[in-house]
């Protein structure tokens, strides 16, 4: 794992990630969706929002809620300042985990997840928590 700046992308942050990630990003009306990949094992989507003000404990609780509503969702599997891990269920017999943590830089909210069309394990989602914690 080596530094990612995306600075190039517009963003003030850095996060690590393997040598040779490539770095997508698609332009949306009010958000950018920016996509941190490297094979299988490393898929981080970043969602870029205009900041409705620094208000992480309300945006980690909305995500959360959401989230046990959905029927595949199984637990939360570590809950921590900036974001949380969860596991659901893939299909009748696959769990898979995902995560969310958040950051506010400037006049912009930063929601990260897993990529959506791989399912993840745990230790798989908490290299790429990590990736994000630990270097920004």
């Known amino acids: 794992m080596k530094t990612l700046d995306l600075a190039p992308y517009g963003l003030e942050i850095s996060i690590l990630a393997p040598d040779s ?8 009306p009010f958000t950018r ?4 990949r490297k094979g299988d094992d490393f898929h981080i989507q970043l969602f870029e929002l205009p900041s409705r003000g620094n208000r992480l404990e309300q945006e980690k609780r909305r995500q959360m809620n959401a989230i046990k509503k959905d029927p595949a969702f199984l637990a939360i599997i570590e809950d921590f300042e900036d ?9 009748s017999l696959t769990v898979d985990y995902d995560f969310r943590c958040f950051r506010y830089i400037g006049d912009k909210e930063l929601i990260f997840q897993t990529g959506v069309l791989t399912p993840f394990t745990l230790e798989q989602v908490r290299n790429m928590v990590n990736a994000i914690r630990e270097d920004s």
């Open 21 to 28: 990630t490539s770095v997508e990003i698609k332009e949306y």
């Open 33 to 36: 969706d920016i996509t941190i």
């Open 83 to 91: 974001g949380f891990i969860y596991s659901k269920m893939q299909d």
